[in-house]
């Protein structure tokens, strides 16, 4: 601890208290926990917080009388954790990246541009009614006012904004720990201290920006309130300064010697500091905690936490395991499994890891994941259910996490957590109503925030190493999976979006990751986190097919335009206007949205697709031989749509008849319905 943080500490809290007012002291562990400080280790950063503590003690602070209160803010944001949380959220979400350069965006690490946020939160989570930090935290105290002034908050703290200290050698605008020279440190000894202001920049006559006069005045006039000079008596001789002013007036007009100033610093120093160095000599607790604070001030080798974590992966894993000892699939082999599960991906990353993990893990864990958003469409649906089912057939276990946290993030539903919540219930409902299997326990369903709460010692801290582990410029890279292209619009709060999205894979501990191709990125960035952190078992990537539009050119569906998709509680009339509208040109197959509803949707459903014609009905039994016969024209579009309206209607009555007759689901749709508010142009 220098001598700023703990004698200009002591001075204000003992003012503040004198004022009477009660004052809270954010420790703030769980930030430095966040952010890597001594490498992470809570236990050890704590040690360091009680002797701060220790320190303002035998200083001087007065801590009787119950007017200061040591907030630890571990415990504090881990047993509020959402509430904490929500409040970054927000306030990264009033703020976009517009603003920096092309450079910081290759150079700043994403954890950089997500700290200000968790700091700005600290300042309003207390509930405080004044905020008293150094002037170097201006720009975070306006970002915390602006964040007041845009929501119109009550309690808008007042911020008490105190002088910073700058370091001993010149030039040095503040002062460093890492720099033991900078500044005198409050377990100096005396020795230290005389040599430190010896050697300190003091220029003769000046008093701008010279760390010896600073000193005094922020330190030794404010403590001592006065400053004895001995020196020679041809040399001025001895004096008594009982105002600063008085010794500026001396300093600049050179009656007063930087040297003979910097001895009477150095001993006005030593006596204030006296009575901490006999609290840590005289002591024991206090001269065990200051041994163990230096002990762990000069272990500078990083210590991964990595061995933790895999034993906790291998506890899951055989535990995992032991639940599978009457998996159906002992009766398949691996090769076998390896089929089924890998055409659920159009592409995979990689195949010869897939089928290593199918070989040696009896239930190997998949992740698919959702954000409750809108209405559902067919591929969402459907698409969704086939591999689902597929999985589980090969003995796969099936986590699908409901990501409500981050469609809170990403400001779906007005961010409203109530309401994404029930569209997740209503996508649950539709699955089971499609024919996903839920049964055998080999599917569940995790919420997002029920786990992140549940959890925040652990999910944050994995958040916040992956954010500190990459650049601003690759975490943007990962963005199209909120499905934004434009930088400057993103908001800071999206920058969580990808690191939330590449933890859940680490803290769902799983071995296959089923996502659409859209978000290969991301899921790219949770192996090259594997590499950088040295971990084994990287996630296998399966990435299925995107759906096109039913429009000409529409790369993917769109829920903001209700006619580029076929939805699943769309009425039978509702798809066969839909289909009929949809772009389907002769002969061509490629772009073809129509011809990919067939191959993805109807094949891997029915097994075959029956066309009827003029001439009669053709059922094609492969996928091929319906291409063969649509490019020699042999099918024609009308033909084609019409055939895929009956399919489509045929895979979406069960879903109807559920919501029609089930009067918990009936009153489900109705209250999805109520939110989303169609545009009429995109369904004319």
């Not at 420790?27 to 809570?42: E, P, S, T």
């Not at 005094?216 to 008596?233: D, M, S």
């Not at 089924?340 to 040696?360: A, F, M, P």
């Amino acid at each position: 601890m220098h001598i700023a943080q703990g004698l200009m500490n002591i001075l204000s809290v003992n003012k503040l208290i004198s004022a009477g007012c009660k004052v809270k002291i954010w420790i703030g562990d769980w930030f430095a926990r966040l952010n890597g400080v001594m490498d992470g280790d809570l236990g050890k950063i704590q040690t360091a917080g009680r002797y701060v503590i220790e320190v303002w003690k035998a200083a001087g602070m007065n801590l009787q009388g119950g007017q200061v209160e040591l907030v630890w803010s571990s415990e504090e944001i881990n047993t509020q954790s959402n509430e904490y949380w929500l409040l970054v959220m927000d306030i990264a979400i009033k703020n976009t990246l517009a603003g920096y350069s092309e450079k910081q965006k290759d150079e700043l690490k994403a954890d950089q541009i997500l700290n200000p946020f968790m700091q700005c939160a600290e300042i309003l989570f207390p509930k405080v009614d004044i905020c008293q930090l150094g002037m170097d935290q201006r720009e975070l105290n306006d970002l915390a006012m602006k964040y007041c002034d845009d929501t119109n908050r009550e309690n808008k703290p007042i911020i008490l904004s105190h002088h910073v200290l700058p370091g001993l050698k010149e030039g040095q605008v503040i002062m460093s720990k890492t720099d033991q020279s900078s500044a005198i440190f409050m377990d100096d000894d005396e020795n230290k201290v005389i040599k430190k202001i010896k050697s300190a920049y003091c220029p003769p006559k000046v008093v701008d920006k010279n760390p010896c006069i600073q000193y005094l005045k922020y330190i030794v006039f404010p403590w001592l309130g006065e400053l004895n000079v001995q020196r020679e008596a041809d040399h001025g001789g001895d004096k008594t300064y009982i105002s600063f002013e008085e010794l500026v007036v001396d300093f600049e007009k050179g009656d007063l010697h930087p040297a003979d100033l910097k001895r009477a610093l150095s001993k006005a120093l030593n006596m204030i500091l006296k009575p901490v160095r006999n609290h840590f000599e005289n002591d024991e607790n206090a001269k065990a905690l200051l041994k163990t604070v230096k002990a762990l001030k000069q272990k500078e080798a990083v210590k991964s936490q990595k061995s933790l974590k895999q034993k906790e992966a291998v506890r899951s894993q055989k535990s995992e395991e032991e639940l599978s000892s009457s998996s159906p699939t002992t009766q398949m082999n691996a090769a076998e499994r390896f089929m089924i599960v890998r055409s659920v991906g159009e592409t995979c990353i990689q195949d010869e890891e897939l089928k290593i993990l199918l070989s040696e893990k009896p239930q190997p864990i998949c992740y698919d994941g959702f954000e409750p958003s809108g209405r559902m469409h067919i591929a969402q649906g459907i698409m969704k259910t086939l591999s689902v089912n597929k999985l589980t057939s090969a003995g796969c276990k099936v986590k699908i996490w409901i990501a409500d946290w981050f469609a809170l993030l990403n400001d779906k539903m007005g961010g409203d957590l109530e309401k994404i919540q029930t569209l997740g219930r209503y996508f649950i409902e539709i699955w089971k109503a499609a024919g996903m299997n839920l049964e055998g326990h080999q599917v569940e369903f995790l919420w997002s925030s029920e786990e992140i709460n549940s959890s925040p010692r652990e999910y944050w801290p994995l958040v916040m190493d992956i954010a500190k582990r990459n650049t601003l410029r690759r975490i943007i890279r990962c963005c199209q999976i909120m499905g934004r292209k434009e930088e400057d619009k993103l908001s800071a709060a999206q920058i969580f979006y990808p690191c939330m999205q590449c933890a859940d894979i680490f803290f769902l501990k799983v071995g296959i990751c089923q996502l659409g191709e859209d978000q290969r990125k991301v899921n790219m960035l949770a192996r090259e986190y594997c590499k950088l952190t040295k971990k084994e078992a990287k996630p296998i990537i399966l990435s299925h097919h995107m759906l096109p539009g039913l429009k000409e050119g529409q790369a993917k569906m769109s829920k903001s335009d209700l006619s580029s998709a076929i939805f699943m509680d769309d009425d039978e009339d509702k798809v066969i206007e839909k289909i009929k509208s949809a772009y389907c040109p002769e002969k061509v197959v490629d772009k073809n949205p129509c011809v990919e509803y067939i191959k993805y949707i109807v094949f891997p459903w029915f097994g075959n697709f029956t066309v009827q014609q003029q001439g009669g009905e053709k059922s094609f039994t492969s996928f091929e031989d319906l291409v063969i016969d649509y490019e020699k024209g042999d099918v024609n579009p009308d033909d084609l749509k019409h055939s895929l309206s009956k399919a489509l209607n045929i895979i979406l009555k069960p879903v109807r008849d559920h919501f029609a007759n089930d009067e918990d689901a009936k009153a489900l749709l109705k209250t999805v319905k109520g939110f989303t508010i169609p545009n009429k142009k995109t369904e004319s």
